[in-house]
């Protein structure tokens, strides 16, 4: 089952690289805030939802990410924010600011629509008669608040800070010589904060793990 679902997260990444790769003349901040529309709000909304609003029936979950894709997919395709400046008779909008303006208002309709939906999912709460159940929902509510005790913790291996800071120390080492490339005086002090920056955080990452391995 492990390797279906692998290859069906595989087969999905690949076409949303190649839509992305698609789309012409929209920059990677434009396309992260659209893939933050579009898959991550219907996830995430009901996922923060369901910690703080508790009287809900069980479906409310994965109902309330179908009306979050639903959502996604009217405002994204049905919503023109161009047209908008003329129906207020105001100047005509920029690219970047109709791109804006769109995921603005996905953002808001996902807060009030799909947040909305999952609250009032309530109307239909009736307190479980499955002993199991409630036993779950007990527990799940409970371990929420129940600090982690010490043996709960997973041992940090230090090992992979040492290779991780090995690796980010050389990759600052190699970007030093970059240096003399810099022709004006303040691409070359940029650079030096780049590189020192990453030398530091290389070095740091070096003594943390001698320091945990002692």
Not at 34 to 52: E, N, Q, T
Request: hydrophobic share 50%; glycine share 8%; aromatic share 12%.
């Amino acid at each position: 089952m492990g390797r279906w679902v692998t290859l069906l997260n595989g087969a999905l990444a690949t076409l949303t690289a190649w839509w992305m790769a698609e789309q012409e003349g929209i920059g990677f901040f434009e396309l992260a805030m659209m893939v933050s529309s579009l898959f991550l709000l219907p996830l995430s909304i009901p996922a923060l939802l369901a910690v703080v609003v508790r009287q809900t029936p069980d479906w409310a979950g994965w109902s309330t990410v179908l009306v979050g894709a639903a959502v996604s997919l009217i405002f994204y395709i049905g919503f023109n924010p161009v047209a908008l400046p003329a129906w207020l008779g105001a100047y005509t909008l920029t690219e970047r600011e109709a791109s804006d303006l769109k995921f603005g208002v996905t953002v808001l309709a996902h807060v009030v629509f799909t947040g909305g939906f999952f609250i009032g999912t309530r109307v239909w709460y009736s307190p479980t008669r499955n002993t199991e159940r409630r036993q779950q929902l007990t527990l799940f509510f409970r371990n929420m608040y129940r600090p982690l005790q010490p043996d709960e913790i997973a041992c940090v291996d230090p090992s992979q800070a040492r290779r991780l800071g090995a690796l980010v120390t050389g990759m600052g080492l190699l970007l030093l010589p970059l240096l003399l490339l810099a022709e004006a005086p303040q691409g070359r002090w940029l650079h030096a904060a780049i590189v020192g920056t990453v030398l530091i955080s290389g070095l740091a990452l070096r003594h943390w793990a001698g320091s945990s391995r002692t």
